[in-house]
């Protein structure tokens, strides 16, 4: 392990894409995406879903060396405790007083991040990593870590008319069935609207935040991992895994996130956006105007569409 904070952290509203990043980050040299780790104890040590391997996380060899390293093992008791913690000094309204460096309950921040920055460390340890990839996405979570962390941020963004008319579909998650949460193409806009505005304040108050576009990406995969790989100051490699638009991709130890962190081999890069009435369209539009424009979308083309 060469880097003493070895994290990039992957943030944007969820359905913008950030999953199939951490997986193309993941298959650089050196480099180990973990899922969403602001759900490891809900998910992995509470609920023992499957781990990106297809292994219960309490019988992945990767997830329990890893508890091993950083606490002696995991405990559910911690399971508890830290979700809780979270409760009360990671949440989206309490990003303005972070945005401002105001944050209150110090003590438990600094044990809250204390948490995570052992679990990277370990994860990177294990994994004979140089860094790690969390996909935890949330502006909330990042805040917290660049209070205290040095940060590296990926920010996904993606046309909000898609990524409401994702939120809208109706998915079940393989790991348990369970339905995924929907959301109206208005509290999308939200917050679509909320958590990009948070990540480009994050990005003036000097942390080191690299913007990539979902659309771009899925245009032109390699140029736009080359470019990202160097911005972040990772080894590219020769991009073998990534042919056309396709990538070839390997076994991940990830915690949670799109069911996409379970694919494994020959996996197309294409967008296929769900549609989306009319008239949720242009309200959608509306209500994300600024951004939407600051971003090089346009008012009424497809999803994606550069000026």
């Known amino acids: 392990m060469a880097d003493a904070q070895p994290v990039i952290f992957v943030g944007g509203l969820g359905r913008s894409g950030s999953t199939l990043i951490e997986r193309l980050l993941g298959e650089l040299p050196g480099v180990a995406p973990l899922g969403e780790v602001v759900h490891l104890w809900d998910r992995g040590v509470r609920a023992d879903e499957p781990c990106g391997c297809g292994q219960p996380f309490s019988r992945c060899p990767f997830w329990t ?21 979270r409760m009360r000094v ?18 438990e921040l600094a044990e809250y991040v204390r948490s995570y920055s052992r679990i990277y460390a370990a994860a990177a340890e294990v994994a004979d990593a140089r860094v790690v990839v969390d996909s935890s996405k949330h502006a909330s979570l990042a ?25 809208r579909r109706r998915v079940r998650r393989p790991e348990n069935g369970r339905p995924m949460t929907r959301w109206t193409p208005a509290r999308t806009a939200v917050h679509w609207l909320a958590q990009n505005l948070a990540f480009e304040i994050l990005r003036r108050r000097g942390v080191r935040v690299v913007r990539v576009r979902h659309e771009d990406l899925l245009r032109d995969p390699r140029t736009t991992v080359l470019r990202l790989a160097a911005r972040l100051g990772l080894s590219a490699g020769g991009l073998d895994f990534l042919d056309g638009r396709h990538a070839r991709l390997g076994v991940a130890h990830t915690v949670s996130g799109n069911p996409m962190r379970f694919s494994v081999g020959p996996v197309g890069l294409r967008d296929r956006p769900a549609p989306l009435p009319r008239a949720q369209r ?14 090089g979308y346009r008012l009424a083309r497809s999803p994606g569409a550069r000026r």
Do not use: N
Request: with cysteine.
């Open 65 to 85: 060396k890893v508890g091993e390293h950083a606490f002696g093992q995991w405990r559910q008791s911690q399971a508890g405790w830290l979700p809780s913690l």
């Open 90 to 107: 990671d949440r989206t309204r309490r990003l303005p007083a972070l945005a401002l460096g105001l944050p209150s309950r110090e003590a």
């Open 143 to 167: 805040y917290c870590l660049a209070s205290i962390m040095k940060l590296r941020v990926v920010h996904v963004v993606r046309d909000p008319r898609a990524v409401a008319a994702s939120w």
């Open 282 to 295: 242009w309200l959608v539009t509306t209500l994300t105007l600024p951004l939407l424009l600051w971003y």
